[in-house]
């Protein structure tokens, strides 16, 4: 059974930093493609960042471009976000996701809720 | 980068009626369209990818269609369980994804 859990949202002030956690089970993490989607309060659904199957590639939305990373330990089967620079409007309940290419995302997780605010 | 755009944003239904929901994109992405469902206080949910193909357990009451710019979600007969949030999603990039803002089905 494929099991995605994340970790690691928490209340932190304007500029501060966070790193969630998304930790995997019952697939080959390490060919996987990942994602991370946030839902911002009574908001829709955004795409944050994306990780090729490979590993090779990462990928950003604009608004989160050059203050978010993502990365994943295969040892751990575990994806992370790291979070800089944290603004209001990065205040969301934050999903990882496992994306199965020319699918979709087939699998997520219960999210994690990332609040920013002084 | 491709805008999906949803319509209406809320739509009205009656048990047991049809409902059909529109998703247009700001530029060609072929048939790589998914579509979620998402109700209160859970993840979203995959219904159909490939712009028609329904995912795994998905009952055959809702079906995808389209292809290009437009594609449409129809729920053919709406039950109690179906009335939620419903999300398209384009990957014809991926992965770099883009959703729609959501359109809300409510009970008429």
Same mark, same amino acid.
């Given at each position: 059974?494929?099991?995605?859990?994340?970790?690691?949202?928490?209340?932190?002030? *304007?500029?501060?930093?966070?790193? %969630?956690?998304?930790?995997?089970?019952?697939?080959?993490?390490?060919?996987? +493609?990942?994602?991370?989607?946030?839902?911002?309060?009574?908001?829709?659904?955004?795409?944050?960042?994306?990780?090729?199957?490979?590993?090779?590639?990462?990928?950003?939305?604009?608004?989160?471009?050059?203050?978010?990373?993502?990365?994943?330990?295969?040892? !751990?089967?575990?994806?992370? %976000?790291?979070?800089?620079?944290?603004?209001?409007?990065?205040? +969301?309940?934050?999903?990882?996701? !496992?994306?199965?290419?020319?699918?979709?995302?087939?699998?997520?997780?219960?999210?994690?809720?990332?609040?920013?605010?002084? | 980068?491709?805008?999906?755009?949803?319509?209406?944003?809320?739509?009205?239904?009656?048990?047991?009626?049809?409902?059909?929901? =529109?998703?247009?994109?700001?530029?060609?992405?072929?048939?790589?369209?998914?579509?979620?469902?998402?109700?209160?206080?859970?993840? *979203?949910? %995959?219904?159909?990818?490939?712009?028609?193909?329904?995912?795994?357990?998905?009952?055959?009451?809702?079906?995808? =269609?389209?292809?290009?710019?437009?594609?449409?979600?129809?729920?053919?007969?709406?039950?109690?369980?179906?009335?939620?949030?419903?999300?398209?999603?384009?990957?014809?990039?991926? *992965?770099? %994804?883009?959703?729609?803002?959501?359109? !809300?089905?409510?009970? !008429?």
């Amino acid at each position: 059974e494929v099991q995605l859990v994340e970790s690691g949202g928490a209340l932190v002030q *304007p500029g501060g930093s966070l790193r %969630l956690s998304c930790t995997a089970s019952g697939f080959t993490f390490g060919d996987s +493609a990942m994602s991370w989607v946030r839902q911002a309060p009574g908001k829709g659904l955004e795409w944050v960042s994306g990780f090729s199957g490979n590993g090779d590639y990462t990928y950003y939305a604009d608004s989160v471009t050059g203050r978010f990373t993502i990365s994943r330990d295969t040892s !751990k089967n575990t994806l992370y %976000l790291q979070m800089n620079s944290l603004r209001g409007e990065d205040t +969301a309940v934050y999903f990882c996701a !496992k994306l199965q290419p020319w699918v979709g995302l087939d699998y997520w997780g219960q999210g994690t809720l990332v609040t920013v605010s002084s | 980068e491709t805008v999906m755009t949803q319509s209406p944003a809320t739509l009205s239904v009656s048990p047991g009626e049809r409902a059909t929901l =529109s998703c247009r994109a700001s530029q060609s992405v072929s048939s790589n369209v998914a579509w979620y469902q998402q109700k209160p206080g859970q993840a *979203p949910r %995959l219904l159909i990818y490939g712009a028609s193909t329904r995912a795994t357990g998905i009952p055959a009451r809702f079906s995808g =269609s389209g292809s290009g710019t437009e594609f449409t979600l129809t729920i053919s007969s709406l039950q109690s369980e179906d009335f939620a949030v419903y999300y398209c999603q384009q990957y014809n990039n991926w *992965p770099s %994804l883009t959703f729609g803002g959501g359109t !809300k089905v409510e009970i !008429k």
